[in-house]
């Protein structure tokens, strides 16, 4: 019995030094430490997980979801003919856009023609139709001119109706483009441009100027990415 209650003295001491020679707060608040859950804080900055910005079709195809129409018609359209299923050598799927402008046409008038993509049709800005492309940071499209050297003054996104009551928040532009025979991508740099409201999807112009006797072209796959 001597022993045994010798054996269970020298226990408890050697416990309570074990425990006097930890600095204050030592084992007790080192493992509180260690099983408290942490909490990750949020990502910020470039590495903050953004959701991909989905292609936003134009035009694709007569038969596709297309956001926009081609009813812009500028300045008056009587000089211009388009055609927008159409079948024959479209760079992708199954029809493209075949655009007209007849130079001799437009040396009576306003020596000058274009089309907006409009969201709704015909919509200069009078109304409400626009749609939020915040996220696309480029607008693409492919175009060809049916003999060559075709020349296209200016390619748009936005711009329209900024002195009306619905405005496009911003617009971007290319151009003077001089069209190959052969299919080509184009891109206009969206970025840094305010995108919040587009009803003007895309646009072109072109003058006689410079298509003096002809001036035929085709586009396809239209799409903000």
């Not at 425990?19 to 804080?41: N, Y």
Request: net charge negative; with cysteine.
């Amino acid at each position: 019995m001597n022993v045994l209650r010798l054996l269970s003295v020298c226990f408890l001491l050697t416990a309570v030094w074990a425990c006097s020679d930890q600095p204050s707060g030592g084992i007790s608040a080192k493992v509180e430490q260690e099983l408290e859950p942490r909490t990750l804080a949020p990502v910020q900055g470039p590495q903050a997980f953004q959701k991909p910005f989905a292609p936003f079709i134009v035009y694709q195809d007569k038969s596709s979801r297309n956001h926009f129409t081609p009813s812009g018609y500028m300045p008056t359209g009587e000089c211009l003919a388009l055609d927008d299923g159409w079948q024959y050598d479209p760079k992708e799927g199954k029809t493209c856009v075949r655009v007209i402008y007849d130079p001799e046409c437009s040396k009576q008038g306003r020596k000058w023609a274009g089309v907006y993509w409009q969201n709704p049709a015909d919509n200069w800005g009078d109304r409400k139709g626009g749609y939020d492309l915040k996220g696309a940071v480029r607008l693409t499209f492919w175009a060809k001119g049916e003999m060559g050297g075709e020349r296209v003054e200016e390619f748009r996104v936005g711009g329209i109706g900024q002195n009306s009551m619905y405005p496009d928040s911003d617009s971007a532009s290319i151009g003077p483009v001089i069209l190959t025979n052969e299919w080509k991508k184009y891109t206009i740099d969206l970025r840094g441009k305010d995108l919040s409201y587009i009803s003007g999807g895309f646009a072109w112009t072109a003058n006689v100027e410079s298509n003096p006797h002809h001036c035929t072209f085709y586009l396809d796959d239209i799409r903000f990415e």
